[in-house]
């Protein structure tokens, strides 16, 4: 553990101490560091919000204030169950330990004892009291079961110093400024209702980004060589236990019956992909095949964890399968890196992590083949002169796999490019291919999504671009402004000949002043506008005014058209 994730856990067990000296009758369940902070899980006699955790705060700066180490000590079972005998969670933590024939040890600090395994701070005077902050409440599922009683969470966040404290937190605002949750339905993009928990609502204008985005994939994602499917959304589960979904994801699948039969929504598009290729003759001079799809997938997230658009329970992927042979991977694997790098550099996002995960702990197949198709990934970043870090033991059930860490202008780390390997499935699929001497083969497969989750990148590109989209997204490209009902014959002229050129175009004629027009479309972030009055009506032109720059002064209709066709074309 890091000096940085030992000061984290060591503060989550300050956090629990203030808990129960603020709050008797309380009971602490678990308490880890996590990504920036640390968090504690507390069965507590009355509910909380958030305004008492400022009070909690200073009770943890006090109790700091008398702390001098962290001491540790193995105990038997008998004493630990009499240390925490009305505490049910540690009780069970306690069965969950000896079934496994672990030590039990106990970590003490001043006043408060908790089981622990340990990972902290030697001296408590390591610990800034400046540089951790509480942030929030959250409701928690005792061990993530929803069967299990609720629990409430305490979010806190943890630094090296109060600087870095003080940097994260005005990073933290300016995401909040951000958020896709908040921005999406106020920009008239997507809604959720509980007629479909989980599921968005993508409104006209989300579904022009969400259709200019399905464009950008089929010519950049996509491209030359791919061949466009659809398939049945809902499978019989004989086809998941062929796949090995049955085994492993059942329980994130909405499963059905229909006539005796079980059916499920499916999760992915693997499995009919490997029918579709099945339902042909295949010679090896026909590969690669690759299947790509854009359709709904399904999952059965739990309510608990779902979150605007990056956890939801249906979605759509630029998803494809790439069906080939052994000799073909390294040159394939290397045409999807130079394409991942051409996706993200259109999006100004950068590539900041690479990681090849290897084979779990349960997998399907041969141990052989898993060394075969992890040096062929290898191999190929090697050769695209890609730098990673091997990730063991984080590859899927059925192959290993390339995953990637994008950062975005706030510099937050996103998963979303994922290469994934699978000599597994077209096996159990029985897929064959006949090679140059006649015999049947069994192919390989590539399982990509490079943008991966629509909605996850939809609701990135929203937070990314705080909604100012650039031109070449933006649901609306132009906002013609008649200053006064006396111009909208000339606004409806100018609308008619942008539509012709396929620009995205509204014209306002309400009533309003002038001024009211333009801060209007300034809060629909509306990259051009176009203001008419007398002079641009003797002279023919448009005064355009630019989102990013003000006022551009007057434009004949076809130089703004030349100028605002370019910046779409080249995705500026």
């Known amino acids: 553990m890091s000096n940085i994730e030992s000061k984290r856990h060591s503060l989550a067990h300050l956090l629990a101490a203030a808990v129960l000296d603020l709050y008797p009758g309380t009971k602490q369940a678990i308490g880890p560091a996590i990504e920036n902070g640390f968090y504690y899980d ?121 600087e870095e404290l003080e940097k994260y937190l005005l990073a933290l605002e300016e995401s909040k400024k951000r958020d896709h949750r908040v921005l999406g339905p106020k920009l008239d993009l997507f809604f959720f209702d509980e007629a479909s928990p989980g599921i968005p609502f993508y409104t006209p204008r989300g579904e022009v980004i969400r259709e200019t985005l399905r464009n ?85 997230e739990l309510s608990g964890t779902l979150s605007g658009l990056t956890r939801v329970r249906g979605f759509v992927q630029d998803d494809t399968h790439i069906f080939l042979m052994p000799d073909q991977i390294t040159d394939e694997v290397i045409d999807l890196l130079n394409r991942i ?20 702990e349960k997998f399907l197949g041969e141990e052989k083949e898993w060394d075969q198709a992890e040096k062929a990934l290898a191999s190929a970043l090697r050769k695209a002169k890609w730098e990673y870090q091997e990730n063991p033991g984080q590859g899927a059930f059925y192959g290993p796999k390339i995953d990637m860490q994008i950062s975005d202008i706030l510099g937050r780390k996103w998963q979303l490019a994922t290469i994934q390997l699978d000599f597994q499935m077209p096996s159990r699929f029985g897929l064959e291919y006949v090679d140059k001497d006649g015999d049947k083969k069994t192919p390989i497969v590539i399982h990509r999504a490079l943008l991966g989750s629509f909605e996850r990148f939809f609701a990135i590109l929203i937070e990314t671009y705080a909604g100012a989209f650039p031109a070449w997204l933006s649901p609306v490209q132009v906002k013609i402004l008649p200053i006064s009902e006396k111009f909208n014959e000339y606004g409806h002229n100018i609308f008619k000949k942008l539509k012709r050129s396929k620009i ?33 009506v003797t002279a023919e032109t448009v005064a355009v005014r630019q989102r990013s720059k003000g006022d551009l002064g007057p434009m004949s209709l076809d130089q703004f058209k030349e100028h605002l066709l370019a910046e779409i074309k080249e995705k500026r």
């Open 341 to 360: 790098k051409k996706i993200y550099g259109v999006f100004g996002m950068k590539i900041e992590d690479v990681h090849l995960s290897t084979r779990p």
């Open 216 to 300: 950008f994939i089929r010519d950049v994602s996509y491209g030359d060589g791919y061949d466009e499917v659809k398939l049945p959304l809902i499978f019989d589960s004989e086809v998941w236990k062929a796949s090995g979904h049955w085994e492993h994801f059942k329980d994130d699948m909405f499963v059905f019956k229909v006539e005796k039969r079980d059916f499920a929504l499916k999760p992915m598009n693997c499995p009919g992909h490997m029918i579709l290729f099945k339902h042909g003759l295949h010679s090896y001079r026909d590969l690669p095949i690759r299947y790509a799809e854009m359709s709904t997938l399904h999952r059965n």
């Open 504 to 536: 995205r175009v509204e014209v306002d004629e309400s009533n309003d002043t002038l001024g009211k027009k333009i801060r209007e479309a300034e809060l629909q972030k509306i990259p051009y506008l176009l203001i008419i009055g007398e002079k641009e």
């Open 42 to 162: 507390f069965d507590l006699p009355s509910p909380l919000s958030d305004t008492d955790l400022p009070n909690i705060e200073k009770k943890m700066r006090e109790i700091l204030k008398t702390w001098k180490e962290f001491s540790g000590e193995e105990v038997s079972e008998k004493e630990a169950k009499k240390r925490f005998k009305d505490n049910p969670y540690k009780l069970e933590l306690i069965d969950e330990v000896v079934s496994k024939s672990e030590t039990l040890t106990l970590y003490t600090s001043g006043g408060y004892v908790d089981l622990c395994r340990g990972g902290h701070v030697e001296k408590a005077s390591e610990l800034d009291p400046k540089a951790f902050a509480l942030t929030h409440l959250a409701g928690a599922y005792w061990r993530g079961d929803e069967k299990n009683k609720m629990l409430t969470r305490i979010y806190g966040l943890a630094f090296d110093t109060k």
